[in-house]
T-cell receptor, first 111, second 116 residues
Framework: KQEVTQIPAALSVPEGENLVLNCSFTDSAIYNLQWFRQDPGKGLTSLLLIQSSQREQTSGRLNASLDKSSGRSTLYIAASQPGDSATYLCAARTSGSRLTFGEGTQLTVNP | NAGVTQTPKFQVLKTGQSMTLQCAQDMNHEYMSWYRQDPGMGLRLIHYSVGAGITDQGEVPNGYNVSRSTTEDFPLRLLSAAPSQTSVYFC???????????????FGNGTRLTVT
């Protein structure tokens, strides 16, 4: 059974800092790894999706990497802003219809 | 674009009552699913559907029923609500399966359900 873990559970940083969020998974036989953002009282918004054959994906100030052999993915946020404050979740797809989610990292960027 | 629409946003039920959570998407997505989100447990898959007329169980299906009569709608039914079903429920969909497995999931804004 796939298990996904995110560390740390919460992170507080000053504005402008570069930061890394971590995601680990136990079953390396994944199709892809997705990163989501969740704002309070809202649903999840897909940020980046890394296919199993890829090493990284970039979107603006976000960069996600994937190392299947070690069961790890990281989300790098450059030059953080208060608007980046949210909970970030990763999810591993290990079959056609199932994603396994981590519990998320709650990020606070202080002005 | 409306995307994935869930109704209601909030609901309070008494133990034993029944209700249906509605989910509709206007993106012609074949795949639709229901998750519940609980503190300390993350998101867990309840039921999913890969197309009209096809449904399957996820990780935590007990106490919930689904049907998929159209591509657009995927309602979740609680037949006899229990306090353990107090949670936030999310509906999600993704692109037609012909696009492959690497299609991102689109989420609704959730329904917050309290069972007393």
């Amino acid at each position: 059974k796939q298990e996904v873990t995110q560390i740390p559970a919460a992170l507080s940083v000053p504005e402008g800092e570069n930061l890394v969020l971590n995601c680990s998974f136990t079953d390396s036989a994944i199709y892809n790894l997705q990163w989501f953002r969740q704002d309070p009282g809202k649903g999840l918004t897909s940020l980046l999706l890394i296919q199993s054959s890829q090493r990284e994906q970039t979107s603006g100030r976000l960069n996600a990497s994937l190392d299947k052999s070690s069961g790890r993915s990281t989300l790098y946020i450059a030059a953080s802003q208060p608007g980046d404050s949210a909970t970030y979740l990763c999810a591993a797809r290990t079959s056609g219809s199932r994603l396994t989610f981590g519990e998320g990292t709650q990020l606070t960027v202080n002005p | 674009n409306a995307g994935v629409t869930q109704t209601p946003k909030f609901q309070v039920l008494k133990t034993g009552q029944s209700m249906t959570l509605q989910c509709a998407q206007d993106m012609n997505h074949e795949y639709m699913s229901w998750y519940r989100q609980d503190p300390g447990m993350g998101l867990r898959l309840i039921h999913y559907s890969v197309g009209a007329g096809i449904t399957d169980q996820g990780e935590v299906p007990n106490g919930y029923n689904v049907s998929r009569s159209t591509t657009e709608d995927f309602p979740l039914r609680l037949l006899s609500a229990a306090p353990s079903q107090t949670s936030v429920y999310f509906c999600a969909s993704s692109s037609p399966l012909t696009a492959g497995l690497n299609s991102p999931l689109h989420f609704g804004n959730g329904t917050r359900l309290t069972v007393t």
